[in-house]
């Protein structure tokens, strides 16, 4: 029984697996094999890494101190040929008070064969009480995309490779108003350079808006009522934010458009173990929008299966319910979960663009284990299915 739950742990504690269908990404496990032969030698002198593991396998440190885990990655896509890279979480109270909510900062960076890099950087943040609560991110990268078109009726191939470098910095800062509900100020800044479209036939002539490149600032507001108790696994709660960017030439922006998003999420708790959870998501674009900031369908969250910008258009609806057993109830082991889930979508440009025909659908499910059992905090391996192919995700926490 060790046995196992020192693979499944090596598994999800060693790599970090994005990988869709369009995107060919596989990622190579060969570095478990040297946990075991570590541990060995470990066992004349207990050094860093056995209390490391040890740690991480039984869990006993106290539920209030801070918990940290890093760990490197591996992977292969033909667009990037060999990928190494090393991702970390760091998960905390505030002041190590269990009553305030959970804080949790991702980071992940790597770098290719073909001299592609970037580096990703997630926190959320809550103080004493949850008076004050920040959330952003930080993309730093030179990375190719595809590109399919604008639109829900666009090509199943994609029609261009796009070559970029990218800078996103993203931030929202609230303050609590009364219980949960929290409203505060919002930045964007997204500046895509170095465009190099490279169309998959010669006759490719349809160029989007913001092809080029551009530079783009937003300034906005976010109100937002969140009871959730934990964000990294949610169990009960409601989530629910609408919030707007604006972006113009005034403060230095290439382009002048406005950005609406509305979020809502409930969690219940079936019994002591299971959670069904529910997502409805809207965004929408007014102006002259570039197309590396449309509305876009796919990704790790919502309708996982479709490559991260599959369909994109100035508009986006799109919703999905996930029945999560947190844990399975196994006579062997508590620290092994599972899911199932579905959602549709679509993106559109008009209104009456907006019909049951244009909406596409992803299902699937996957495993789950957990890292930090007091914590509640884990990860999860999905496999997703949608009427163009299939997807695999490996992440930390879950998909909403």
């Known amino acids: 029984m060790k046995t196992l739950i020192l693979t499944s742990v090596a598994l999800s504690i060693i790599f970090e697996l994005k990988m869709v269908s369009l995107s060919k990404r596989f990622v190579f496990l060969f570095i478990i094999f040297l946990i075991p032969f570590a541990l060995s030698a470990q066992k004349r002198r207990p050094g860093f890494l056995k209390r490391y593991m040890t740690t991480l396998i039984n869990d006993t440190s106290d539920i209030r101190n801070p918990q940290f885990l890093i760990y490197p990655t591996v992977a292969y896509a033909p667009e990037t040929s060999w990928e190494f890279g090393l991702s970390s979480i760091f998960v905390f109270y505030a002041n190590r008070d269990t009553t305030n909510r959970l804080s949790e900062v991702n980071a992940f960076t790597f770098t290719t064969l073909e001299r592609q890099y970037g580096l990703w950087f997630d926190h959320a943040f809550y103080s004493q009480d949850n008076l004050w609560f920040s959330l952003g991110r930080l993309r730093l990268q030179s990375f190719p995309m595809l590109y399919f078109g604008i639109g829900i009726n666009t090509p199943e191939e994609h029609i261009a490779q796009v070559n970029a470098n990218l800078v996103q910095i993203r931030e929202r800062v609230l303050r609590k108003i009364f219980r949960g509900l929290y409203g505060g100020l919002e930045v964007d800044y997204q500046n895509l350079s170095a465009v190099n479209f490279i169309p998959t036939k010669s006759e490719f002539d349809n160029y989007p808006t913001g092809s080029n490149g551009s530079a783009n600032l937003g300034l906005g507001a976010g109100f937002l009522y969140d009871t959730r108790n934990n964000i990294l696994n949610v169990r009960r709660g409601l989530f629910s934010e609408f919030a707007f960017l604006h972006y113009d030439h005034s403060w230095g922006s290439d382009f002048k458009f406005t950005s609406f998003i509305s979020d809502t999420r409930l969690y219940k708790s079936i019994n002591s173990r299971d959670v069904i959870a529910f997502q409805l998501l809207g965004q929408f674009n007014v102006g ?112 909403f």
């Open 288 to 399: 002259n929008t570039p197309f590396n900031q449309l509305a876009m369908l796919g990704g790790e969250s919502m309708m996982r299966g479709y490559y991260a910008g599959r369909y994109r258009n100035q508009n986006q609806i799109a919703m999905q319910a996930e029945y999560r057993f947190l844990p399975l109830p196994l006579p062997f082991t508590k620290r092994i979960g599972a899911a199932v889930f579905a959602g549709t979508a679509t993106v559109y440009n008009e209104r009456h663009e907006v019909t049951l025909g244009n909406f596409v659908w992803a299902a699937g499910g996957g495993l789950r284990f957990f890292l930090f059992p007091k914590k509640d905090v884990f990860t999860r391996l999905d496999f997703a299915f949608t009427e163009e192919g299939t997807g695999f995700y490996f992440f930390i926490g879950e998909a």
